[in-house]
């Protein structure tokens, strides 16, 4: 298969590219790093069967040649990033869908859209199963990334109800692995970074809310079924471990010997307070189940960042 990867130089992106090279397929990547990164795909410069766009999706796409499938996974997608880059975020999910949908349209291709938990915002339902609409505030510092992704999935469904374009759709929590940008303010690379430095983990709130955490292969494992699946309806793809960030934090303290403790911050505007996914759809429909630890996942996370930091 030739298969088109916009945000393929991001951390999930360039998993992805990964995984479908090292099972002889063609990838094409897009990305204009604002948030992806040139590291993510530096091994793969000699790899011919790999080709690279540096190229914003939000502008007219234009790839040559026969494309099987096309995976949507440009966007800003910490909190920190989504803050800083308000606009390029609502631009992504809003225009690069409908670019992304138009490559699929025009090669007849099968679409993935990589949405998210967010679509379910600070949810009232416990645990969120894809059924759940969601609880967003639209004006609040969030909207512009919960909205732009709840606009990408009805823009997605459009081009399938519309022009029967062969749409998937992937909710996907929290994820954390290699390549995650240990600048990018989510709450695994900040611990670790921090736990590393031998500094206290900035636990915002109480930490009482909580959150489960994916390692990035299960993830990729995911997608890959869901796009191989008849599954039109999105589907949550996420780690059923929830746990406070409290304890999270505790978690990663004892992985790597950090003494210096937790300090409380501010907690942010509109930070879920739970967020945990039903994933009976990915079981029954995909028989997808997470197989990677937190702590085997950890350990991966800790040795990546801990050379990373080396380097600097
Ligand atoms: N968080 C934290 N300390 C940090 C970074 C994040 O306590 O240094 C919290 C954050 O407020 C949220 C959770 O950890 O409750 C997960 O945050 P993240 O930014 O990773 O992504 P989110 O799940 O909010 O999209």
Redesign the pocket.
Not at 185 to 188: A, D, K, P, S
Not at 201 to 205: A, E, I, S, Y
């Given at each position: 298969m030739r298969i088109f990867i916009t945000g393929g130089a991001g951390f999930i992106g360039s998993h992805l590219c990964d995984y479908f090279l090292a099972r002889d397929h063609h990838v094409i990547a897009m990305d204009n790093f604002i948030t992806g990164s040139p590291d993510n795909i530096a091994h793969l410069a000699n790899e011919p069967r790999f080709e690279f766009i540096e190229q914003d999706v939000t502008k007219f796409i234009d790839v040559p040649g026969h494309i099987d499938a096309v995976l949507h996974f440009a966007s800003p997608a910490?909190?920190?990033s989504y803050l800083d880059f308000p606009i390029q975020t609502m631009k992504v999910g809003a225009l690069g869908t409908h670019n992304a949908l138009g490559v699929a349209r025009a090669k007849g291709a099968r679409f993935l859209l990589a949405s998210t938990?967010?679509v379910y915002g600070d949810p009232l339902v416990h645990p969120q199963r894809e059924d759940y609409w969601g609880n967003v505030n639209p004006i609040g510092p969030?909207g512009v990334y919960d909205e732009a992704k709840r606009f990408a999935e009805a823009m997605t469904l459009a081009y399938h109800r519309q022009h029967k374009l062969e749409t998937r759709i992937v909710r996907i929590f929290?994820t954390y692995g290699p390549r995650n940008a240990l600048d990018d303010?989510?709450?695994?690379p900040?611990?670790v970074g921090?736990a590393l430095r031998g500094e206290p983990?900035?636990?915002?709130?109480d930490?009482s809310?909580t959150?489960s955490f994916t390692y990035v292969s299960d993830l990729v494992e995911g997608i890959v079924r869901l796009l191989r699946s008849d599954e039109l309806l999105p589907v949550n793809i996420g780690n059923p471990n929830e746990m406070t960030?409290k304890q999270?934090?505790e978690r990663i303290n004892a992985l790597t010997g950090n003494k210096a403790g937790i300090v409380y911050?501010n907690?942010?505007v509109d930070?879920?307070a739970r967020?945990n996914p039903d994933i009976t759809k990915a079981r029954t429909i995909l028989g997808w189940e997470p197989q990677v630890s937190l702590d085997a996942g950890l350990e991966e996370t800790i040795a990546y960042f801990d050379a990373r930091m080396q380097k600097v």
């Open positions: 910490s909190p920190k938990s967010e969030r929290n303010g989510r709450v695994v900040n611990f921090q983990l900035t636990v915002h709130g930490g809310q959150r960030i999270f934090a911050k907690r942010p930070d879920p967020r």
